[in-house]
């Protein structure tokens, strides 16, 4: 049991020594204080248990303390914790190649970071410097971390502050399904059809036209006419799984490479056989990037990122010398090595297949369900259901709405998470090792808590 300090107390550590933002983000009205986790479970400081349908973010991806993983990191820790550059260590070699294997090519070359943020940072450097161009362009509702640099590339007001982060920053419209201005609903690569037609003809979705000429308006309109990098979630992940129709990245991608441009994957989301179909967000585009960049998911709560790239970028880069102390050390790459056997060995991708394609069908029966349900998306474990007033309007559904139904799923014992631009979709996200059970577990209490709020209103 808990013997720790009392909730009031590390509540009021919260308030006066911690970030400020993390205060913001007690996330529920009543916060949940955790204090333990076992694969798809975590308990609370009362013992309550949770199923987790978060994972923190899609990070813990084998599950919580997942038994081989934590075998993995005490015996590295008993063998060597040291920095990266200076020996070789055979950790981060026998890493980089397990990984590299695993990219197409002429994806091989590894540059381990600490986080998400500083491997895109990473990955803007290298395409300014090997194309010789500035201007990079991401998508509106794209999160790409919070660094000084990163929060230029990020598209969300939320995470803007008043100065300036945004140099050769530009953010073209995302080509959003359900929401964005063109729809093109049944265009998307998903498991479950959606509720809106477009007009589009077989094969050939009118949404993504118009999507593609916006980006060609920009090119005539706003940016210089080289231009460094375009950068996409695979499926935009903070936004609330927000999926593109189909041949957008296809396109987009020959655009941008018109325009001396490369090409990036933050798979930071999507990577790791989340998605179930791919082990990599793009394969679900049929692209091939020229930059892949990863973090979260990759060690399963260990702070790692990394940046997968060709030898000619990585000859780019390598004209001046770029140094991180602890990116790609002997105990993350022990770690991120151990998970990714994990992953593999057990079968989470096809886990993540199968148990998603269950979720997503069934979440649709609540999306015909219910009024509220306005969207059901998503692939593999990397889902987003959109809540609105009405299917009609398609105006999202209110804070105080989600808020609701958020703390009732959780006080049912689920914990799922929330995003989209205006907070209304919910996400879901558990560890790859769910069972389907688990997966009846959610259902079940999703479906009572709507029910609940639809009862109460
Ligand atoms: N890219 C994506 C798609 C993300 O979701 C995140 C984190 N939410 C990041 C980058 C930044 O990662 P980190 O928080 O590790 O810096």
Known sequence: ??????????????????????????????????????????????????????????????????????????????????????????????????????????????????????????????????????????????????SPQAIGLTSNTRYKYHIPTTMGCHNTMCPDVFRGLWGGSHCRDSSVQTIRECSCSPGHCQANDMYIRELKEMFATTVPDRIAAFFTEPIQG???????????????????????????????????????????????????????????????????????????????????????????????????????DTIIEDKMQENSAEVGTYLLTELAKLRDKYEIIGDVRGKGLQIGVEMVKDKASRDPLPSEAMAEIFEDTKDMGVLIGKGGLYGQTFRIKPPMCITKDDADFFLAVFNQAVQNYMERR
């Open 1 to 146: 049991p808990y013997q720790g300090m009392s909730k009031d107390r590390l509540l009021d550590i919260r308030k006066h020594n911690c970030n400020p933002m993390t205060m913001k983000v007690t996330y529920y009205k009543k916060p949940v204080f955790i204090n333990q986790g076992y694969m798809q479970w975590l308990w609370d400081v009362d013992g309550k248990r949770y199923l987790d349908f978060f994972a923190g973010i899609v990070t813990v991806s084998v599950g919580h303390c997942n038994t081989k993983v934590t075998e993995t990191i005490e015996k590295q820790l008993r063998r060597l914790w040291h920095t990266t550059a200076i020996y070789v260590n055979p950790q981060m070699q026998e890493y980089a190649e397990k990984l590299a294997s695993l990219l197409p090519d002429p994806l091989k070359v590894v540059c381990f970071t600490n986080s998400g943020s500083e491997a895109n940072d990473l990955a803007v450097l290298m395409a300014r410097l090997h194309t010789g161009n500035f201007d990079v362009i991401t998508l509106r509702g794209s999160y790409h971390g919070g």
């Open 238 to 340: 903070n936004s609330g799984a927000v999926q593109f129709p189909k041949n957008y990245l296809k396109d987009a991608y020959q655009l941008v490479r018109e325009k001396g441009g490369i090409c990036i994957a933050d798979e930071v989301q999507t990577g790791f056989g989340r998605t179930g179909s791919h082990f990599w967000g793009f394969q679900g585009h049929n692209v091939l990037p020229d930059i892949v960049t990863m973090a979260k998911g990759i060690a399963n709560g260990f702070p790692m990122g990394a940046v997968v790239t060709t030898a000619e970028i990585a000859r780019s880069f390598a004209k001046g010398l770029h140094f991180n102390t602890f990116g790609g050390n002997p105990l993350a790459c022990a770690v991120a090595s151990s998970v990714l």
